[in-house]
């Protein structure tokens, strides 16, 4: 058993930016599961939203957030992240983060733009700008004194009142698997942080890294908490068409800096779809991608920069320029083969300003949550800037709590398990359930494939269960579990939404409704606790 103040899990920039502003105060404990820059917030191109440019403004921020958002976004929430924008950046820049700046003698932030934004409005650092950041957040998190790393360890379930028996159900830490020992430990903690980032695994092509498999999302719900607008799966629509590239994405900031795409004879198509063209919505920019795709039996379609010239794109974005070179594709002579890919999850665990979920002491930051920002679509770029206004709004309100008192805890019990005989089973449904997702449950809808893909859930979650009920954990057992749960709550979502709303898009229910309400999951105590322990 270890004992912390708190315990953040997940090493994003919601873990290491809780984690620095806790650490003054708070024994912390950073529980990553595998290395401490894993994760979609080091892959980050485009940049950070803020309003800081000299003819920008809150509002105009506040007022483009709520647009994407299609009727959904939370006007109040959305108030608070445009106006910590700004301190947010300062806050990065003071420990450290180099942001892009004009050659001019002003030496301003370097702005560039993307989908949505009626501004420049996108600090960043080139095309790397989540790097930029986790390398200097990083750097000062393993120097503090306070903040003990865990990497290669993964939060199997958090350990609630419920769990224990007691009256309330409030948090008390979790059970962490090592995947290097194969040990379970017990870590007990005052307050934890789910800081596990979002879900795009649970689909077959996406930009997202290996680690983004729900488990916050599927842990926050066996436990007990509220879950919103799972149906609400950002595709992001250029992602890099290659056999051999994985996930690999072509930012925003392309179009946002005058990239065109085109159909593979050069025709221009995005002014069909949208008056705005390759700067509209996401959502729109995928579906229409999606729709020429399937219209004409494409494999993809084309992103072309080429125009800019090779001094402009090399400065502004090196880094997909070396990638894509690698694949043998020279973006200052060709357009970029592009398809659209899973990229962001909107939904996640209800919480609220103070980034706290239904379940006392636990708190959910960054694409695990679900605070009323992005309703039914993100803004681009608005997603790096929420992760460090409520991991903020978190540490403030733990800094301002009382301790609570410690219970005892049980040890993790694995005395009615054996080791596994058939890994198989895993890869089998690994692959499975992220195929049916990408078919069943993928940019346009109807309610008979959700139904499909809703069958096919429920026999994986009885195998998938069965399978953790009598063998020993394993890391790839235990992603497979939260990613079962995760598509079941998108799916859930999605079959309970009979409207089409920003990235919910139903072919058997095309019209938007004149109300917008959010989809509001609750969770059954009793399941979680007939599935959380061995
Ligand atoms: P992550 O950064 O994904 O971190 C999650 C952490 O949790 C990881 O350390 C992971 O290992 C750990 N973890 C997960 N489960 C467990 C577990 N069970 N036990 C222990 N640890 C666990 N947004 C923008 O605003 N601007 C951009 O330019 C931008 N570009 C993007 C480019 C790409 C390619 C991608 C994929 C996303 C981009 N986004 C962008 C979205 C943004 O990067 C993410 O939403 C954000 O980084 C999420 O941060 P996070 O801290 O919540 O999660
Ligand atoms: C991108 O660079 O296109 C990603 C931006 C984002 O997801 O917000």
Redesign the pocket.
């Known amino acids: 058993m270890l004992r912390f103040d708190v315990v953040i899990?997940?090493?994003?920039?919601?873990?290491l930016t809780s984690a620095l502003n806790l650490a003054d105060h708070k024994k912390v404990a950073l529980?990553?599961?595998?290395l401490l820059l894993?994760?979609?917030?080091n892959?980050?191109?485009?940049?950070?939203a803020a309003a800081v440019g000299e003819n920008d403004s809150i509002e105009s921020h506040i007022n483009d957030t709520l647009i994407a958002g299609a009727g959904l976004s939370d006007p109040q929430i959305s108030r608070l992240v445009a106006t910590a924008a700004p301190k947010a950046i300062n806050w990065l820049i003071n420990n450290g983060v180099e942001f892009d700046r004009e050659t001019d003698v002003s030496k301003h932030l370097h702005l560039t733009r993307e989908g949505g934004h009626s501004q420049r409005r996108i600090v960043h650092s080139a095309d790397a700008?989540?790097g930029a950041v986790q390398h200097a957040l990083a750097k000062k998190v393993i120097a503090h004194p306070n903040i003990s790393i865990f990497e290669h360890?993964?939060?199997i379930d958090l350990i609630t009142g419920n769990k224990l028996g007691l009256p309330e159900n409030r948090c008390f830490g979790a059970y962490i698997f090592n995947s290097r020992s194969g040990k379970v430990i017990t870590f007990q903690s005052d307050y934890t942080i789910l800081?596990?980032?979002?879900a795009g695994k649970v689909y077959l092509y996406t930009?997202?890294p290996d680690?983004?498999t729900g488990?916050?999302i599927a842990m926050g719900w066996r436990a007990g908490c509220d879950v919103a607008n799972m149906e609400f799966i950002q595709f992001h629509p250029t992602c890099l068409y290659h056999p051999h590239a994985k996930s690999f994405?072509i930012s925003e900031s392309v179009r946002g800096e005058g990239g065109i795409l085109r159909l593979p004879d050069g025709e221009r198509f995005m002014p069909w779809h949208d008056e705005r063209g390759e700067l509209a919505p996401r959502d729109i920019v995928a579906r229409a991608i999606d729709f020429e795709m399937k219209k004409r039996g494409l494999d993809c379609v084309y992103l072309d920069i080429t125009h800019k010239g090779e001094e402009f794109i090399k400065a502004h974005f090196p880094t997909i320029y070396a990638r894509c070179l690698t694949f043998g594709i020279d973006i200052t002579n060709v357009p970029i083969p592009v398809v659209p890919a899973a990229?962001?999850l909107c939904g996640g665990l209800l919480t609220d300003e103070k980034a706290c979920t239904s379940i006392p002491n636990l708190y959910a930051v960054?694409?695990?949550a679900c605070t009323g920002l992005h309703g039914a679509n993100r803004l681009a770029?608005?997603?790096?800037?929420e992760?460090i206004v409520f991991s903020f709004s978190a540490v403030q309100d733990i800094l301002g709590s009382s301790k609570p008192a410690r219970p005892v805890l049980p040890p993790w019990d694995e005395s009615r398990v054996t080791d596994a005989d058939e890994e198989i089973v895993i890869a089998h449904n690994w692959e499975e359930l992220r195929r049916f997702m990408w078919d069943y449950v993928g940019i346009v809808r109807t309610t008979k494939r959700l139904t499909r893909a809703m069958h096919r859930i429920e026999l994986l979650r009885e195998e998938i269960d069965e399978f953790y009920s009598n063998y020993r954990v394993s890391h790839d057992l235990l992603e497979l579990r939260n990613l079962v749960v995760t598509a079941d709550l998108i799916v859930r979502s999605a079959l309970a939404r009979k409207e089409s709303r920003g990235l919910h898009y139903s072919r058997d229910y095309p019209h938007q409704l004149e109300i917008a309400l959010p989809t509001i999951l609750h969770s059954l105590p009793e399941i979680s606790k007939s599935i959380s322990f061995v």
């Open positions: 899990i997940g090493s994003g920039l919601a873990g529980i990553t599961k595998r894993d994760g979609s917030s892959w980050a191109q485009g940049g950070i700008t989540g360890h993964i939060a800081a596990t980032g979002g930009t997202n680690v983004s488990d916050g994405l990229h962001y960054g694409e695990v770029s608005n997603s790096l800037l992760c």
